[in-house]
Nanobody, 122 residues
Framework: QVQLVESGGGSVQTGGSLRLSCAGSGYTSNLFCMAWFRQGPGKEREGVAFINNYGSAEHTKSVAGRFTASIDSAKKILYLQMNNLKPEDTATYYC????????????????WGRGTQVTVSS
């Protein structure tokens, strides 16, 4: 089993920055990719950033240029640097991970963290 624990959430004003972290533990040696998702109040969960063990990252349009995902593959720690935050970024942010490349390609994840809250005020 793999456990994922997010940290780094908080409350900021518009234009502020936060850095989220997600630490993996347990049987992490087989993890092939990790991702950040978020779910805002009254909204469906959406993918924010997707990254594989080689550091190749993909960001959804709404955060491209403002958010940057990175990974320490050796330590299995995923990061999300969030700059120029907007009120619409307010959400619970979740970390996810998958073991297989085909699962990563389909953006289907085996493991999920419990989330960390990000609140952006105007």
């Amino acid at each position: 089993q793999v456990q994922l624990v997010e940290s780094g959430g908080g409350s900021v004003q518009t234009g502020g920055s936060l850095r989220l972290s997600c630490a993996g533990s347990g049987y992490t040696s087989n993890l092939f990719c990790m991702a950040w998702f978020r779910q805002g109040p009254g909204k469906e969960r959406e993918g924010v950033a997707f990254i594989n063990n080689y550091g190749s990252a993909e960001h959804t349009k709404s955060v491209a240029g403002r958010f940057t995902a990175s990974i320490d593959s050796a330590k299995k720690i995923l990061y999300l640097q969030m700059n120029n935050l907007k009120p619409e970024d307010t959400a619970t942010y979740y970390c996810a991970a998958a073991n297989f490349s085909w699962s990563c390609q389909r953006k289907e994840y085996d493991y999920w963290g419990r989330g960390t809250q990000v609140t952006v005020s105007s």
